[in-house]
């Protein structure tokens, strides 16, 4: 499988941004969004099932951003807003043939990811 993360970008404090992961081959029950800051570990941002009704998002993110999921093009997206400096990082895309998991070591693949930078 392949994963393909887009959408990166330097934006201002308070910008939004969409991030965009193209994931080929199969379909998975779970597609995610990590991201990993200079020096800190790769930290859980959100997941969404193939059904997408249920998604989950971590502490810091929740009411700022929103994951979504198109099974027909087997992409999964994350729009971001209210965007602070603590937001910079690598963003990554990751896929799960399992349930619901927000720890790195239970996801079956990654995307290269896609830096974000939140600056004035």
């Known amino acids: 499988v392949q994963l393909v993360e887009s959408g990166g970008d330097l934006v201002q404090p308070g910008d939004s941004l969409r991030l965009s992961c193209a994931a080929s081959g199969r379909t998975w029950s779970i597609m995610a969004w990590f991201r990993q800051a200079p020096g800190k570990e790769r930290a859980f941002v959100a997941a969404i099932s193939r059904s997408g009704r249920m998604p989950y998002y971590a502490d810091f993110v929740k009411g700022r951003a929103t994951i979504s999921r198109d099974s027909a093009k087997n992409a999964v997206y994350l729009e971001m807003n209210s965007l602070r400096p603590e937001d910079t990082a690598v963003y990554y895309c990751?896929?799960?043939?399992?349930?619901?998991?927000?720890?790195?070591?239970?996801?079956?693949?990654w995307g290269q990811g896609t830096q974000v930078t939140v600056s004035s």
């Open positions: 990751a896929v799960r043939s399992g349930p619901y998991s927000s720890r790195p070591r239970d996801f079956d693949s």
